[in-house]
């Protein structure tokens, strides 16, 4: 026997179902400002990558030895965004390699990495607090 308890809806009202629904969506997306703050925290997430690159790199660096991690991250690289890009990030990393801007840049790194990390966050945060419509403390 078929299921009754299923009330099946005739084809125009399942339309306008649908198309009340991606209507309500689309406006909740945008009233949230969903878009900016998706750009926001990507923006924020790209801040933080090169800096915390160089420091999976020195940590790597010295368990595997420089060269070694260096070389498999740059390889990873590759394999994402191409071997332009895996250059540019080559040349970046040679850059900082030197002893002594090596520490210098390891310093810069770790505060550049702190700030962004805490500004991902915090965009998060406000993201979410918005779209639940939390109010600001």
């Known amino acids: 026997m078929p299921h009754t308890f299923i009330r099946k809806l005739p084809d125009e009202t399942r339309a306008q179902q649908a198309w009340q629904l991606s209507k309500g969506a689309v406006t909740a997306w945008l009233d949230d400002f969903a878009?900016?703050?998706?750009?926001?925290?990507?923006?924020?997430?790209?801040?933080?990558?090169?800096?915390?690159?160089v420091i999976a790199i020195a940590v790597a660096g010295m368990i595997f030895g420089h060269d070694a991690a260096q070389g498999e991250i740059v390889?990873?690289?590759?394999?994402v965004v191409g071997v332009e890009g895996a250059m540019a990030v080559q040349g970046l990393l040679k850059s900082v390699s030197e002893p002594?801007?090596?520490?210098?840049?390891a310093g810069l790194g770790i505060v550049t990495l702190v700030i962004g990390a805490t500004a991902v966050?915090?965009?998060l945060q406000s993201a979410l607090d918005r779209i639940w419509h939390i109010p600001a403390a």
């Open 100 to 105: 002594r801007d090596g520490i210098i840049a």
């Open 121 to 123: 966050f915090a965009e």
């Open 35 to 53: 878009p900016s703050m998706g750009a926001a925290i990507a923006y924020y997430t790209i801040f933080s990558l090169a800096p915390m690159l």
């Open 75 to 79: 390889g990873q690289i590759q394999g």
